[in-house]
């Protein structure tokens, strides 16, 4: 079964920084693309990043990129979003997510929530 | 990077059909085979039900099914259950290994 179990997510100050964390288990996961999807509370899905199978390539939503930074380390099957500068508008449940095909997400972590607030 | 366009609600009595459309642009959506829809009960996360326009996972009933013409792809619920009361977003490729959501269809069984 593809489990995954995000952590680190809490409250932090306004400019303050959070690193999440997602454990993965259940399947290889060198052999996939991996992403972080953000829900602001009430409100729809959002695409934050994605990273590529061995973390050469990483790709990020332009209200993150130069903020967050997506990695991972394929030897602990572990998935990581360093979030920098966050402001309220990153106030989120951030969810952990195995892509399949381009685009597509076929299993989620239950998410974790990030509140930026002083 | 916009956001697809999803119509806020949608609504159906058990047993008929309902559609649910998502509008983007040539950029994502008339542009890719990669659209994919998503189911999400409150408190819950997302589950996959449509990918690669019109695929099902296993697991999904074929009661959905997916469409797309030109900029516009549709989510189609066959037969009304009581348990397909969600709320449902769709995704699309949008190059640049980038992809984007709809602002998602609060779709109610009446």
């Known amino acids: 079964e593809v489990l995954l179990v995000e952590s680190g997510g809490g409250l932090v100050q306004p400019g303050g920084s959070l690193r999440l964390s997602c454990a993965a288990s259940g399947f290889a996961f060198s052999d996939y693309w991996m992403s972080w999807v953000r829900q602001a509370p009430g409100k729809g899905l959002e695409w934050v990043a994605n990273i590529k199978q061995d973390g050469s390539a990483t790709f990020y939503v332009d209200s993150v990129r130069g903020r967050f930074t997506i990695s991972r380390d394929n030897a602990q099957s572990s998935l990581f979003l360093q979030m920098n500068s966050l402001g309220a508008e990153d106030t989120a449940v951030y969810y952990c997510a195995r892509d399949s095909t381009a685009a597509t997400t076929s299993h989620w972590g239950q998410g974790t929530l990030v509140t930026v607030s002083s | 990077q916009s956001a697809l366009t999803q119509p806020p609600s949608a609504s159906g009595s058990p047993g008929q059909s309902v559609t649910i459309s998502c509008t983007g642009t040539?950029?994502?959506?008339?542009?890719?085979?990669?659209v994919s829809w998503y189911q999400q009960h409150p408190g819950k996360a997302p589950k996959l039900m449509i990918y690669e326009v019109t695929k099902r996972p296993s697991g999904v009933p074929d009661r959905f099914s997916g469409s797309k013409s030109g900029n516009t792809a549709s989510l189609t619920v066959s037969g009304l259950q009581a348990e397909d009361e969600a709320d449902y977003y769709c995704?699309?490729?949008?190059?640049?290994?980038?992809?984007?959501f709809g602002g998602g269809t609060k779709l109610t069984v009446l």
């Open positions: 995704s699309s490729y949008a190059g640049s290994k980038e992809r984007v």
């Open positions: 040539s950029s994502d959506v008339g542009g890719s085979d990669f």
